[in-house]
């Protein structure tokens, strides 16, 4: 078996002089090829663009001030709402001049009265209108049997506010021959308006009697009974009446 050789012990500091030197030796840049011909002649230095690709930061505004958002807020629009007016029944003005009948006093329809006899018919009346009967107010004779009735009596001599009850009369004398007769009157104004009952005030009221000549009445007979104890007088009506008239040949 061989025996290995020996390394020199300067080698080994040798070696890592060589390192420190070749990293302190300049750089020489390599300035061509050699020429395919194997000419040395210049090369030209060959442009070298170094491109940077940058991305621009885009710039933070940074407000100090805090600006709140107000919503926005509905305007009221302003609209003209037309009322309409509120209907108002007017009630209508009464008239002045306005009667209503109520009864008859005396004297109802049908009533008797001896031919050519004198009697006064007498009327109840109500005052409906707006103004006051006085004595400028008349009773006026319209148409119909007039009944020797005047053509205007006073209506009163007093004054007769509105809603007041009148009675009014009429003086007048039974036609001189048998039968029914009517006669109508109204009222009129002292201003001459003529106006009568009811609603339209334009209905007369009447006076309405059977004339008769003679009319005998059966008296009552009087009459006696047997009493237990104390005697008493009785009467007794007849059923009937008997009417005679006078015979002329």
Request: glycine letters at 4%; hydrophobic letters at 35%.
């Given at each position: 078996?061989?025996?290995?050789?020996?390394?020199?012990?300067?080698?080994?500091?040798?070696?890592?002089?060589?390192?420190?030197?070749?990293c302190?030796?300049?750089?020489i840049?390599n300035?061509?090829?050699?020429?395919?011909?194997?000419?040395?002649?210049?090369?030209?230095?060959?442009?070298?663009?170094?491109?940077?690709?940058?991305?621009?930061?885009?710039?933070?505004?940074?407000?100090?001030?805090?600006?709140?958002?107000?919503?926005?807020?509905?305007t009221?629009?302003?609209?003209?709402?037309?009322?309409?007016?509120?209907?108002?029944e007017?009630?209508?003005?009464?008239?002045?001049?306005?009667?209503?009948?109520?009864?008859?006093?005396?004297?109802?329809?049908?009533?008797?009265?001896?031919?050519?006899?004198?009697?006064?018919?007498?009327?109840?009346?109500?005052?409906?209108?707006?103004?006051?009967?006085?004595?400028?107010y008349?009773?006026i004779?319209?148409?119909g049997?007039?009944?020797?009735?005047?053509?205007?009596?006073?209506?009163?001599?007093?004054?007769?506010?509105p809603?007041?009850?009148?009675?009014?009369?009429?003086?007048?004398?039974?036609?001189?021959?048998?039968?029914?007769?009517?006669?109508?009157?109204?009222?009129?104004?002292?201003?001459?308006?003529?106006?009568?009952?009811?609603?339209?005030?334009?209905?007369?009221f009447?006076?309405?009697?059977?004339?008769?000549?003679?009319?005998?009445?059966?008296?009552h007979?009087?009459?006696?009974?047997?009493?237990?104890?104390?005697?008493?007088?009785?009467f007794?009506?007849?059923?009937?009446?008997?009417?005679?008239?006078?015979?002329?040949?």
């Amino acid at each position: 078996m061989s025996k290995p050789l020996a390394t020199p012990l300067y080698l080994f500091f040798a070696f890592p002089l060589l390192i420190s030197l070749a990293c302190n030796m300049p750089l020489i840049a390599n300035t061509g090829n050699s020429s395919p011909t194997g000419t040395n002649s210049p090369q030209p230095i060959p442009n070298i663009t170094i491109q940077f690709t940058s991305t621009p930061e885009q710039p933070t505004i940074t407000s100090s001030s805090t600006t709140t958002s107000i919503p926005p807020t509905d305007t009221p629009t302003a609209t003209n709402t037309v009322i309409p007016p509120t209907a108002t029944e007017t009630q209508p003005a009464t008239p002045c001049n306005r009667a209503q009948f109520v009864s008859d006093v005396n004297y109802p329809d049908g009533s008797d009265v001896f031919i050519s006899a004198n009697f006064t018919k007498t009327w109840r009346l109500k005052n409906t209108g707006s103004c006051s009967w006085t004595s400028g107010y008349r009773i006026i004779f319209e148409s119909g049997d007039r009944m020797s009735a005047p053509n205007e009596t006073v209506l009163t001599s007093g004054s007769i506010p509105p809603g007041a009850n009148a009675d009014i009369s009429v003086d007048l004398t039974a036609p001189s021959t048998v039968g029914n007769y009517r006669g109508y009157f109204r009222l009129r104004s002292p201003d001459n308006v003529v106006f009568g009952i009811n609603g339209d005030a334009n209905d007369a009221f009447w006076v309405d009697v059977n004339t008769i000549q003679y009319k005998i009445l059966i008296p009552h007979i009087p009459i006696y009974t047997l009493p237990t104890a104390t005697p008493t007088l009785k009467f007794i009506k007849p059923p009937f009446a008997l009417t005679l008239k006078p015979f002329f040949p």
